[in-house]
């Protein structure tokens, strides 16, 4: 369920507003008001939103001034704002802050519903990408991408890793069985990489977790055997070191996102 917070210090407005949407959604979404910035920026401490509809002028702190405020401490969620004004300025501040409409009261139903149904989208457009990232190694992807620019060696080292990664691979292992020198090929793969061998190795294993966690139902410590850990104990303490969480809440996470992107 999505919640759509709207608001406006005009009540008929706030009050019309939160009725056509209640209508529309059919209970599918979460419609919350505000009669102020002040107030919205209060509720938001302890509430997560996803599409915010505000007014610009009202008294104490303007819509802009609450957007601003907000994004100094947390990312936008999707923004509507409205204003009874075409004021240049305005429209120029509303961008400046990353909204994705800029509407003129008065705004009809039609409009209305067909802008939130499009802010949805972005929203769900986003959270995919928030998925993704959390999938996605940056710095593994990096070094990956420049694969082809290694020497033979090491691009045979990488492809022996990804084949035997659930196996105990050391660093010596892989050089002896290239017929290199250990402290060499420990420099070399460094020098070409930008990142060691252990590191890569692990960054390695815990992205071809991660992809197991998600796509599959694989109890966890099957998953560590999968990537080559002995045990789930040690899997589970270099996984939470690396991402921040466990493994089964990490899990739990992914997957929750994933539903509400569908």
């Known amino acids: 369920m999505k919640t759509i917070l709207i608001v406006d210090d005009e009540l008929r407005t706030r009050l019309g507003i939160k009725k056509t949407l209640e209508v529309w959604s059919a209970g599918k979404h979460r419609i919350e008001t505000a009669p102020s910035g002040v107030d919205a ?89 928030h998925t993704i990232e ?40 892989v050089a002896d069985y290239f017929h290199l020198n250990a402290s060499y090929f420990s420099v070399l793969f460094k020098e070409e990489t930008g990142v060691t061998f252990s590191d890569y190795l692990t960054r390695t294993r815990l992205q071809k977790a991660k992809e197991l966690l998600i796509t599959t139902s694989m109890p966890i410590w099957e998953i560590a055997e999968k990537v080559g850990y002995s045990t789930a104990k040690y899997f589970i303490q270099v996984f939470k070191d690396n991402e921040g969480m466990s493994p089964r809440h990490y899990r739990k996470e992914m997957t929750s996102i994933e539903g509400m992107t569908q």
Do not use: C
């Open 134 to 173: 959390k999938l996605v190694d940056p710095k593994l992807l990096e070094v990956r991408s420049e694969e082809a620019r290694f020497g033979p060696q090491i691009q045979m080292a990488m492809t022996y890793i990804d084949e035997h990664l659930h196996e105990a691979i050391s660093m010596k292992q």
């Open 41 to 129: 920026l209060k509720w938001l401490e302890e509430n997560t939103v996803h599409i915010i509809i505000t007014d610009v002028r009202m008294p104490e702190i303007n819509g802009l001034q609450m957007l601003e405020a907000l994004a100094s401490h947390r990312q936008l969620p999707v923004v509507i704002v409205m204003s009874g004004y075409a004021e240049f300025e305005y429209a120029k501040k509303a961008l400046q802050l990353g909204v994705f409409e800029y509407l003129v009261k008065p705004i009809g139903k039609t409009l209305l519903i067909e802008t939130i149904q499009k802010a949805l989208e972005l929203d769900r457009s986003m959270e995919r990408l």
